[in-house]
Every structure is written in C-alpha cells, then in structure tokens.
C-alpha cells in the first residue's frame, strides 16, 4: 500500500510540474515579444543615431584632413601620400561600419545567442574601463566628432543596460556596442598610422642633428650619460660635464631618416661642448697649463727639474724658486685647453728677454760671458756699442745684456767633490840695473793641487754661488820667481834707438823676400803669454784687430819719422793714445791673425817705408 501510494504521489507530482512548464513557455513567449518590440524601437533610434554620426564624421575628418596635411607636408613625411580620394574612401569605409553597427543592432536579437554570455559581459566590462582612456586619446589628437559619436554610444549601451532584462538579450546588446567600438577603433587605428608620432628629433643647444626612434628607453638623460661616458673613455678623463641642452622633439619620419643610437651617440657627441676634470699648473697664482691628471702634472715638473741636472749630480735639494702649485680638486676646463706633457714643458721654460746688467770679474772673457748668461758673442756685442771680438776687457767693466728669462727657474743644491788647481804665488828678485819696466820670470814654478768638498747652488744649471766644505792639498804649489827692476822709467818719449821687444824666443824669420811675398819684419816664436816691450818709447797710434793679417797688434809713433808694429798678439795692454816707455809692457805673444803659430812680427817703418829692424836694435 505504502509503495503504491508513493507511485502515485509521485505521478501526481509529475503532473504538476509538466503543466508549470507549459504556463512558464507561455509567459516566456509573452516576454519575448515585448523585448523584441523594445529593441526594434531602440534600433530605429540607433539607425537614426547612426545616420546623423556618419554625417558629422565625415564633416570631421574633412575638417582633421585639412589640419593635418600641412603637418604631414612640413615634417616632409616620406611615404605617406594624402589625397582626396583616399580620405573619400575611409570616410565611406568608416560610415559603411557605422551602418554595419545599426545594422546589427536590429538582427542581434537573432544572432546574439551566438556569443556566449561569459565573453559578451568581459566586451562590455572591457569597454566601460576603457571609455575614459579612448576619450583622452581621443580629444589628444583633436578628433572631437569621434569622440562625440564614442559618447552617444556609450549613452545608448547604458540604456539598454537598464531596460533590458538580465540575460541573453543583454548580450546581444553588448554585441551592438561592441561592434560600434570596433568600427571606431577602425577608423583610429588608420589615422594612427597614417599620422602618429614614431620618431624622436633629437636637438642640441636649438638645432636638429639626429633623429632616433620611438622608444621609451632613449631619453635625454640617457643620451647625454651616454655621450659623457663615451668621451671620458676616448679622452682618457676621469669625468665629463656635457655643456649643452639636449631635448627630444616627437615627429614622423621615414625609415630612411631614422638613424641607429650609435649614430646618434657620435652626432650629439660632435654638436656638444663638454668640460673635462683637469689638474692646472700655476706658477705665481698665473695657470699655465692644464693636464688630463695629477700625475701628468707631476711627470712635467719632475721633466723640467731634470733638464737642469747633470747625471753624475749628487742633488740634496731640488726646487723651484717661483711659487709653483698643482691644483686638481674641482677643476674643469675646456676640453681644448688640455695639453700633452711635452706641451706643458715647452710652455713652462719658454723665456721672456730681460735687460741685466753683467760686471766683469777675473778671468772674463766674451765668450765665458755668454755661457754663463745664456747668450752668445754676438747678442754681447750688439746690446754693447764699441765691444768688438778682440776689445780688452776690464775687471769691474759692466756690459749691458739682454738675457732670456724662462717663468720657472729651477734651483738645485748639490754636494760636488773635485780637484781644484792651486795658484802657484809669485816671488819677486829685485835688480837695481834695470828700470821698473824690466821684468823676467827667473823660475816659472808649478801649480799645486786640492781636492774640495763643496755645495753648490745652481739656477738652471749654472752656479749660483758655492760653499766649500772640506780642502785639502794634494800637491803643493811651488812659487815662480820674477826678476824686476828698481830703476826709474825713462821719460815716455823716443830715445833714438830700439831696443829687442821681447825677452828670450827663437829667432825664426829674418827680414826680405820671403817666397814672392816681400816679409817687411822679422819674427820671433815664443809660448804664447810671453810679454811684448815697446822697443822705444811713444804714443800708441792703433791698438786691435783691422783684419789685414796682422791679427792683434799695436802701432807706436815715436815722433821722429820711426813706428814700430808688434802683431800678432794674443792680448794688447795698452790703448789708443796711451803714452809707453822705452822698455814697458805692451803685450802678450799669440797667434791671432795670419799666423801657424806662436809668434811676435815685429816692424819698424821709417817715413813711411819698412826697415830692417835688425839694422837698428842694439
């Protein structure tokens, strides 16, 4: 009983729910046609909508084409051609989708159960997030009719949204704004690439000197690191400051025109003016030369220093007498003003000319002046007017000098050993027969011998000053004896006679007919220094060098129709004009002039006429 009862219930139950079906079907049905009837009039108003965008879209790109062609033609955008005809054809292209939506709107009913509700609700999600982001993008690039007509669209879809019911009709009308979405991202997608940005111009300091593709990792920022580092490797530097405004300028270009970051790199490189870390060496607060490093600083004085020591030196001290700095401690200069170490030694000892004033000590002569002054013969004799080669200097004489003066001076201190030669001293032998012009060397002696421990103090090389240390004799001196007369000198007058003008020497050449050539003296060798006496006493009428063979001679006028002549000499004792006795030395034996050797040519001219000189001494 109990399962029949359960069999039945069962089928009653079965009854029941199969004439609730059949009610729900019906009621389904009523609510079809009541939709159906609400989209066809929604669909009328979108064909209306869409009707009246097309209008205002064509009229919008008419207006975009008009403002974008002269863009197009300035930044002469190669490859792109613009013409009527093709802005005919996606404004046909574009209103042909605007009716294709329309369209749509009035079969989604029939055809929207083709999209499956899970992909039509992600679409319409995805086009309410995105709604904001098309219309900035939109209204960027001045395309206001379509930003409008993405409005009047969205407008639409939010109504059908609260009309309709839930379910499948919902997803068809999502497909309706899907497919106006498409047909205006279409049409923008086209503009996009027919007119977009895909390059950067890159500008340095105003003016256009490459241009680099669109790509967010190419930045100023990152140009100039690029360039900066580039030029620290290739100069050799430890940093670089780029001086110039690099700004990137958004064009369109052809393929063409786009150049590869590498080439970039190289153009901004050329077009910029950088400063480079630098050490500066001053000398008296005045830079006058900047290098790459310190040590390059340093390897130039260290070069200059050693100009001026010699190798077998032993320094103690080595300095420079100028206040001679290296500054390297934020110091940036021009990348041109860099120079090389041989560059900044040349500019450190090039000199300036400086007058100076010379006062001649023992044992001077032109050619020791100009060693020790940095000169030569010749700059002597110009800056002193009456010095010639063969003038007699003077102790205590000044000279006029013009020497060059480098802007550093180096000054060393240096411990020297050395032999020094010690002066034999000179012992005089009275004879009372002889007058006080009479002098003969009885003994010549010798010269000793030290050896010295000295510090020396040199400028540039030459000694300063010295300061002796230790000395001591190796060779004692031995003294030379001079035999000298006590008798008055006679008057500084002509006697009448002659006497023999030098003391000792080898008789080598006689008067006459030497050859073909007349010899007008006779000549006697003797080492050279021996003293040369007047042979009478007079009034010295020529002492020097006229180049006529002679070499060094004087000339002395007796006053009684005799001269005499001495030539040859090595070095004159007397003057122009200067009275000399009979007897009195008035040179030393040389061999100046046309001479093999050394020798004294002696003449004596009567009236005028050469003489035998050998007929008239006594």
């Avoid at 992600?122 to 007509?149: D, E, P, T």
């Avoid at 409005?151 to 497909?175: C, D, I, W």
């Avoid at 090389?461 to 030379?480: H, L, M, Q, S, W």
């Avoid at 040519?601 to 007929?615: A, D, L, S």
Wanted: aromatic share 8%; glycine share 6%.
């Amino acid at each position: 009983m109990c399962q029949r009862k359960l069999r039945q219930s069962g089928r009653s139950n079965s009854e029941s729910k199969h004439s609730e079906l059949e009610n729900d079907d019906i009621s389904s049905n009523n609510k079809n046609t009541n939709i159906k009837n609400l989209l066809s009039g929604f669909s009328q108003k979108t064909v209306t909508i869409a009707k009246k965008a097309a209008k205002k879209t064509s009229a919008g790109f008419s207006l975009a084409y008009a403002k974008v062609l002269p863009v197009v033609k300035k930044l002469s955008l190669k490859g792109v051609s613009v013409s009527k005809e093709v802005s005919a054809k996606v404004f046909a292209f574009a209103k042909k989708w605007s009716f294709k939506g329309a369209s749509a709107s009035k079969v989604a009913f029939v055809k929207g159960f083709v999209f499956s509700k899970r992909w039509a609700l992600k679409g319409f999600f995805a086009a309410k997030k995105q709604s904001a982001k098309v219309w900035a993008v939109l209204k960027s690039v001045g395309l206001k009719v379509l930003a409008v007509l993405w409005e009047k669209f969205l407008a639409l879809a939010y109504k059908v949204e609260e009309k309709l019911p839930k379910g499948v009709v919902k997803q068809l009308t999502m497909k309706n704004v899907a497919a106006s979405l498409c047909a205006v991202a279409f049409v923008f997608s086209i503009f996009n690439v027919t007119f977009g940005h895909n390059a950067h111009e890159v500008v340095v300091n105003g003016e256009s000197v490459a241009v680099v593709r669109l790509d967010r990792n190419i930045t100023e920022d990152v140009i100039v690191e690029t360039v900066a580092a580039q030029l620290e490797e290739i100069r050799g530097v430890t940093e670089v400051v780029i001086d110039a405004e690099v700004e990137l300028v958004p064009i369109r270009a052809s393929w063409d025109e786009i150049e590869e970051p590498e080439v970039v790199v190289a153009a901004v490189m050329d077009a910029v003016n950088y400063s480079v870390a630098a050490a500066n060496i001053s000398v008296n607060g005045v830079v006058i030369s900047s290098l790459t490093t310190r040590e390059e600083a340093e390897t130039v004085l260290e070069k200059i220093i050693e100009r001026h020591i010699s190798e077998d030196a032993i320094i103690e001290e080595a300095d420079f007498l100028e206040d001679v700095i290296i500054e390297d401690y934020d110091i940036f200069v021009d990348a041109i003003d860099i120079v090389t170490i041989y560059e900044a030694v040349e500019l450190l000892i090039a000199s300036t000319e400086v007058e100076r004033v010379y006062e001649i000590v023992s044992g001077d002569s032109l050619s020791l002046i100009a060693v020790k002054n940095d000169v030569t013969v010749e700059q002597i004799i110009a800056a002193n007017p009456g010095i010639t080669e063969n003038s007699l200097l003077r102790i205590g004489q000044l000279l006029q000098l013009t020497v060059p003066q480098p802007l550093v001076t180096v000054r060393t201190v240096e411990t020297a050993t050395f032999y020094e030669v010690l002066v034999r001293p000179v012992e005089y032998i009275e004879n009372t027969s002889e007058t006080r012009a009479h002098r003969i060397v009885r003994e010549y002696g010798e010269d000793g011998e030290a050896h010295v421990t000295a510090s020396i103090v040199r400028h540039n090389g030459f000694e300063y000053y010295r300061t002796v240390i230790n000395k001591e004799t190796i060779v004692e001196p031995i003294a030379k004896v001079v035999e000298v007369g006590t008798q008055p000198i006679p008057p500084r007058h002509a006697t009448g006679s002659f006497i023999r003008p030098i003391r000792g020497g080898r008789f080598s050449s006689g008067f006459g007919m030497r050859g073909r050539s007349m010899h007008n003296g006779v000549d006697w060798s003797a080492p050279r220094g021996t003293p040369i006496y007047a042979a009478d006493g007079g009034v010295v009428r020529l002492s020097g060098n006229t180049g006529n063979g002679y070499g060094i001679h004087i000339i002395i006028d007796h006053g009684n129709g005799f001269q005499t002549l001495y030539a040859h000499n090595s070095q004159n004792l007397v003057t122009v004009g200067q009275r000399v006795a009979q007897g009195e030395m008035i040179a030393r034996v040389g061999s100046t002039g046309n001479s093999t050797g050394n020798h004294l040519h002696f003449e004596i001219i009567q009236n005028g006429r050469p003489v035998n000189p050998m007929n008239f001494i006594r």
